[in-house]
Every structure is written in C-alpha cells, then in structure tokens.
C-alpha cells in the first residue's frame, strides 16, 4: 500500500481572514506540513501586524488585502497571487463576520452584510479561484462551516443562515466541480476562543455556561484544535472526502447536554 501523504510541499495555499484567530491557526498549520501561505485581510494594519506572529513560528507569509466580497478586489488579488506566488492549489474560505442580533431588531441591510460575507463571499473567491484548478485537474476547496450550519440560536439568524447556507453551498461545488478531481468540504468548528467569541466567552458571560454544558470536552475549543482537519482536507490523504462538512467541536453534535451531579462518578 501507498504511503498515505499529508504532505502539502510545493502546494499554495490562500487562507483569506487569516491575520489571526482560525485562520491563522489553520494557515500555521498547512504551513507545518509544507504549504507556502498567502495570508488575506481586510485590514491592512492587521496585515502588516501579522507577520511577525507567523514569522515567530518560522511561516514567512505572502500578504494581500482584498475585500472577499468585493468581486473586482477579488480578481485583482487572485491575479496578483497568480502572478506573484503560483496557481493557487489550497482555497481556505474562512473570513467571516458576525452579528448577534434578536430578528426583529435587525435591519434588513444587517442581515444582508452578513450574508455577504459569510456566504457569498466564498462563493466570490471560490469561482475566481476554481477556474485554474479546473484547468490544472486538481484543488482543495475547504468552507469554514459553524455549529450554526446545523443548528439555530437566538440572535444570530444571519450568521445561521449564512453557514447553513455554505454547508449546501460546499456541496453543491462538490456534486459540479469533483470530476475536476477538486475536493470541496467544509469544517465546522464548534465554540472556539478567539476575538469573534469574545463577547459571549470573557467576564463571566451567561453564554460561557452554556458552552460548557453542551461541550462534552468541557472546555472552550482552541484555533489550533481545526489545524488536523484543514491539513486533512487539503492533503492527499483526503483526496475522497468530498462535499463533507468535518465538525470539531468537542463533541457539541453528539450531545443534548448534562446536568451537573447527575449519576457523577
Ligand atoms: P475572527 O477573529 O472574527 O476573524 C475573521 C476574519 O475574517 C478576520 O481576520 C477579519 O478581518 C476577516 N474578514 C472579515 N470580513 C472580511 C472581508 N470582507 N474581507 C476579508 N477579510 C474579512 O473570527 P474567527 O473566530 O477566527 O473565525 C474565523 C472563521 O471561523 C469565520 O468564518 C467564523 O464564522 C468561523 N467560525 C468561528 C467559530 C468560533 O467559535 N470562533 C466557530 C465556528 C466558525 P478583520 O479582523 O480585519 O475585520
Ligand atoms: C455564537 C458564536 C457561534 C460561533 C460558531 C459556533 O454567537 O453563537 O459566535 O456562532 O462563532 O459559529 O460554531
């Protein structure tokens, strides 16, 4: 039997959102395995901020700001990735935006902001990308999914229909683009600490509770915790994983929650 490789050398990867939080955890982590980087923000602040953040773990990043949902500032970033570093083999759609909001409260542009971001977005950078991986016969597509790919809660219908939306999404560019020999999958994190939770994590926040009654690991997940199924996906040990959503979550989907001191050993 074939050594199953994890191996990514040679390939290149754009992780968009990726100054910090998942997605700098998971551009560290192709890195790890050999992948050059291009790192893409919004920010450019947050930009040149973020070198040195990669650098200290040895990664020496390609960076680029380009708005992923504008298609005009995504064409010129593509084109200049394209020009600068290489065809682009590993897509990371993982730029997102939240906003917690009760339904009546919010504004129809709000919702649509969201939905912007979080799922058209990938679709964005995806057609723009996808056109050279249909040319060369291969790629790796991976859709940064949620919990709220699966589930609701209050406050956050936009961002749950946005990623429940990029989970049909990502199988749809499965069932068109997999004969490319593409893999498109999706990863759902579960509640993961990084700036985007901080405002239901820190200070003794109801949520955090929560958290930690559905989450079986009981405990808050970490960036670097989704690293293993980006390099996964983006590897050729995953080359029959398609249109597949992977959740690393602690175990939140498999359970309905607990009661403290119920049978306790
Ligand atoms: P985060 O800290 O808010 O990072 C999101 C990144 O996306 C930031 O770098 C942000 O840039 C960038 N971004 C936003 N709008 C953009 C745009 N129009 N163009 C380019 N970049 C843009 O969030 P995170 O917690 O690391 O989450 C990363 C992804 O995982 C998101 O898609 C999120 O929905 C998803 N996720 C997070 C969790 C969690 O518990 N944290 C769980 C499931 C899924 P700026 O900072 O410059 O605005
Ligand atoms: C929230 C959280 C979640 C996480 C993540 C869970 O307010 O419920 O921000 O949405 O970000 O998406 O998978």
């Known amino acids: 039997m074939n050594k199953i490789s994890f191996d990514l050398t040679g390939k290149v990867a754009l992780v968009t959102g990726a100054t910090h939080g998942i997605g700098m955890a998971v551009a560290k982590g192709l890195a790890q395995q050999g992948a050059k980087i291009c790192v893409n923000d919004i920010d450019q602040t947050k930009l040149e901020a973020c070198e040195e953040a990669y650098r200290k773990d040895g990664v020496e990043v390609y960076r680029l700001i380009f708005d992923v949902t504008s298609e005009a500032d995504v064409d010129r970033g593509i084109s200049q990735i394209e020009r600068d570093v290489g065809p682009i083999d590993i897509l990371v759609n993982n730029a997102g935006i939240i906003k917690r909001i009760p339904i009546l409260d919010m504004d129809i542009a709000e919702f649509k902001q969201v939905i912007e971001v979080d799922l058209v977005s990938p679709l964005i950078v995806s057609k723009r990308v996808v056109r050279s991986m249909i040319k060369r016969r291969a790629g790796k597509i991976i859709n940064m999914c949620s919990m709220m790919s699966v589930y609701g809660r209050q406050n956050v219908s936009a961002y749950a229909s946005a990623k429940g939306g990029l989970k049909l999404l990502t199988q749809n560019m499965c069932c068109e683009w997999a004969k490319y020999n593409i893999n498109i999958n999706g990863i759902g994190p579960g509640y993961i600490a990084t700036a985007q939770t901080a405002p239901i994590r820190v200070g003794g926040h109801p949520f955090n509770d929560l958290v930690m009654t559905r989450t079986p690991a009981n405990r808050w997940g970490e960036p670097e915790d989704l ?39």
């Open 227 to 265: 690293a293993g199924a980006a390099i996964l996906l983006a590897s050729e040990a995953g080359r029959f994983i398609n249109g597949q959503v992977i959740y690393v979550d602690g175990g939140i989907l498999a359970n309905f929650g607990y009661v403290q001191g119920e049978n306790e050993p």
